[in-house]
């Protein structure tokens, strides 16, 4: 029966699956047909039907063909390359918010964790150790406490990955802050602790505790509570809570990509160190250990867990795309106006999805479009730079003042780190000015009185077009560390609703409205004095901090 229904099955899904399959990807194809299955509870159809080009024998592929197979033909045109490269999920605009502010991040996290039914997964670079910090964690018990009286969920699960380096600083840290969850609801609880491969042997003897991050860490930020999550910047910290402004993005009722985030995070913690109620840390059987074992071996085997979690929703998506351009009703097509691509980049694994296409959107902006990027620490990467400065698209860069700097004040060396970024600044713009591109490219500061700014991202306007059509947001910064030393995770939402562009819109110009235009003068200024040792010891900041 099941080579009938796939001899059934018609020609173009055949060569469907002929494109998109490679011996990288023999391994996933066997789970594929759990997470179909899933998809078929969710909308009702038929997973078998989904199954059956896998089983059938593939027909050669087309020599040239016009488009990738199953690209998204509604996507602007613009960025239709983007679902060739990374699994596209179409969603909902209307499901798409906005966050403006540090405490709407913070209400609907705890809001969300609070009443979860299924999973919370969180990922973040720390979780902090103040009240508003406790306040999170009880929601977690909350939630959890309800599983257990199976008052709503009684198959909760709880999941949290964070950086070991940083999760550990200190007696009380972010593992001491989540052992009483651990310790009760072991059955229910996970948590996780990425140690960078790159920190080992006598280097891990010798760096100080306060600066063994600067090696490399896990930076994802995301958020999720059953089939919605949050991407962000920001991390679990009072500071993202109160006063440190950063972007925040809310996607409800996604099962699919949530899916897909739940299960990258899940990669990642099998990776990791998984922390014991008794405080002791340990790998799961069968994982190269990230500091002890061999670092090739680490990496090789790190990179294939990862890896196959996007491989396989790139397949998976592609199938069901594929589906529904045959069985979908237009106006159900038409509800679905935005579309979604997870870019991951671990450079340290060998991962180098967001750098690639990080490059090629920059590089594809024509000269007709304006691009605003902004980084709380401003320090494009070479690749970057070439492109920012070379012919293309208009540039509005907004990023940091010193006093917003999240490390203005700090003590010792780290108290130097706001003026080594004013030197990166003045070289920039120094070099914009050499050639001639002010009016193209202009560099903004970021001034508000007792916050920090940590906001990183873009927003792409087309030509003769007043709002954004595509944004970028998550943890990468754009800089040194976040293509080569630590894990990023970010997504590029390109939408046709004008009711999400006009929130893309409006965060854009709420963080613009705070900054001045830099100008040859703004580096003359005493506050902007670099010092001779600053000015020496920025090249080894632009690539630790």
Known sequence: ???AIAMAAPMSWRRLVFSVYSPAL??????ISDRLFRARDRRGGSSVLLLAPLLAKA?????????????????????RWMAERVPAFRVNGARVHVLTSPDQFYQTLKARVRTAKRRVVLASLYLGTGQLEQDLVDCMQEALENSQENKHAP???VSVLLDYTRGSRGQVNSRTMLLPLLQRFASQMRVSLYHTPDLRGLLRMLVPQRFNETIGVQHIKVYLFDDSFIISGANLSDSYFTNRQDRYVLLEDCGELADFFSELVEAVGDVSLQLGPDDSVAMQDGMVHPYQGNRQDFSTAASKHIMEVVDMARVRQQLLLSQHQHTEEEEEQEEKDTWVFPLVQMKPLGIRVDEQVTQRLLRDAGQDSTIYLTSGYFNLTRAYMHLVLGPGAGYRILTASPEVN??????????????????????FYERVRQLGQQGRVQL???HRPQWTFHAKGLWYYLSEQDRPCLTLIGSPNFGYRSVHRDLEAQIAIVTENEQL????????????????????LTFEQPDRHVKLWVKL????????F
């Not at 023999?26 to 789970?31: D, E, L, M, N």
């Not at 027909?59 to 960025?79: D, I, M, Q, Y």
């Not at 010891?537 to 630790?544: A, G, L, Q, W």
């Open 59 to 79: 027909e050669p592929a087309p020599e040239s063909p016009a488009a990738a197979p199953g690209a998204p033909h509604r996507l602007h045109a613009h960025f």
């Open 501 to 520: 562009q006009d929130q893309l819109r409006e965060e854009q110009e709420m963080l613009y409205r705070r900054s001045s235009e830099v100008s040859g």
């Open 406 to 427: 999240g490390f203005f004040g700090a003590k010792g060396v780290a108290g130097a780190i706001p003026d080594a970024y004013t030197h990166i600044a003045r070289q």
């Open 26 to 31: 023999a391994g996933v194809f066997t789970r």
């Open 1 to 3: 029966m099941v080579t």
């Open 537 to 544: 010891v920025t090249p080894f900041i632009k690539n630790f």
């Open 444 to 446: 903004h500061e970021y």
């Open 155 to 157: 198959d909760l699960k």
